[in-house]
């Protein structure tokens, strides 16, 4: 590729949007509070687009028309909180799906249920 100003435009852009939109993004640095981590957890979309010309001129300078534009979403989804090793996914979406809910709800019905049946052992 030659080096022309489309290329260092695009180049330039691209850093400065890896520099936002990086793994520690998506899942966050955990958080410990109280004997309690909470480790956030989101969506990133990034959108680019770039453009450009090289003008033919009489001339002994170059001229060089152009543009980039790019933009980041960071959307938060959910939170894993971990507390005494029980971890939990608590989810930000008040419209999950109902299949996303269910499955979220598991450990809290098989919890209750081996809770259930150790109690009725003990009473026996």
């Known amino acids: 590729m030659s080096d022309n100003g489309l290329e260092k435009l695009v180049e330039t852009a691209m850093q400065k949007i890896h520099e936002l939109a990086d793994c520690e993004t998506v899942v966050g640095k955990p958080i410990i509070a109280d004997g309690t981590t909470i480790i956030p957890i989101s969506k990133v979309s990034v959108g680019f687009t ?24 960071l959307q938060p989804l959910a939170f894993i909180t971990i507390t005494n090793g029980e971890v939990k996914l608590l989810q930000m979406s008040v419209n999950a799906s109902k299949e996303n809910a269910l499955i979220n709800m598991i450990p809290d019905v098989v919890d209750k249920i081996t809770d259930f049946i150790n109690n009725r052992k003990t009473d026996e």
Do not use: N
Not at 50 to 65: A, E, I, N, R, V
């Open 50 to 73: 770039s453009g450009g010309s090289d003008l033919p001129t009489k001339g002994s300078k170059d001229l060089f028309g152009g543009g980039t534009a790019g933009g980041v979403t």
